[in-house]
């Protein structure tokens, strides 16, 4: 397991979650615009993490960041829908963090060329269930900072599913060869 490369995906996950926060909060951009941002600033710090710090390159040069791009976009969407309409109950944020996790990480798959899509697909998903399950504990100690939260644990620690499902899928791949 390569460590520095955890830090590095998880300061990514942290400067977009912070990203995220920042824009949708100054609302630079029309509403319709402003609720996609954050699914289009997970995209470019996924592609950025994965491109340059792991060293990846796409499986095919503009479909695979069109489709990376669409996936955070329908993960985004109704992983806020369901979070909206079931905020009152205790599972709300797992399940939300799950649909997220679930979207991008088909995303990264079809983006990549990998060799066990099905593991990343599963360590992805599993990061994104994670992330809600924190946020219901981080939720219940602070109350204030909902937003800020919410992007830079659940980016923070889906970035590092990803991290880990590339290390261990390039760790099987230079052993298969």
Same mark, same amino acid.
């Given at each position: 397991m390569n460590?520095?490369?955890?830090?590095m995906y998880l300061l990514v996950g942290i400067i977009s979650?912070?990203?995220c926060t920042g824009i949708t909060a100054l609302r630079f951009f029309p509403k319709i615009v402003n609720e996609q941002?954050?699914?289009? @600033?997970?995209t470019i710090a996924i592609v950025v993490a994965v491109r340059?710090?792991?060293? @990846?390159?796409?499986?095919?040069?503009?479909?695979?960041?069109?489709i990376l791009t669409m996936a955070c976009l329908i993960g985004w969407y109704l992983a806020v829908e369901f979070g909206s309409n079931y905020y009152r109950t205790d599972w709300s944020f797992v399940v939300s963090g799950a649909i997220g996790g679930i979207f991008? +990480? @088909?995303?990264? +798959?079809? +983006?990549w060329?990998?060799?066990?899509?099905?593991?990343?697909?599963?360590?992805?998903?599993? +990061?994104g269930t994670l992330g809600g399950i924190l946020l219901i504990f981080i939720f219940v100690a602070l109350t204030e900072m909902e937003t800020l939260i919410l992007f830079v644990?659940? =980016?923070?620690?889906?970035?590092?599913?990803?991290? @880990?499902?590339? =290390?261990?899928?390039?760790?099987?791949?230079?052993?298969?060869q």
């Open positions: 460590f520095k490369h955890l830090g979650g912070g990203l941002i954050p699914a289009v @600033i997970l340059y710090i792991s060293a @990846i390159r796409f499986r095919n040069g503009w479909l695979s960041p069109v991008v +990480a @088909i995303g990264f +798959a079809l +983006a060329n990998l060799s066990r899509p099905g593991f990343a697909i599963t360590v992805i998903t599993m +990061a644990v659940w =980016q923070s620690i889906l970035l590092l599913g990803i991290c @880990i499902s590339v =290390q261990i899928d390039s760790s099987k791949s230079s052993v298969e």
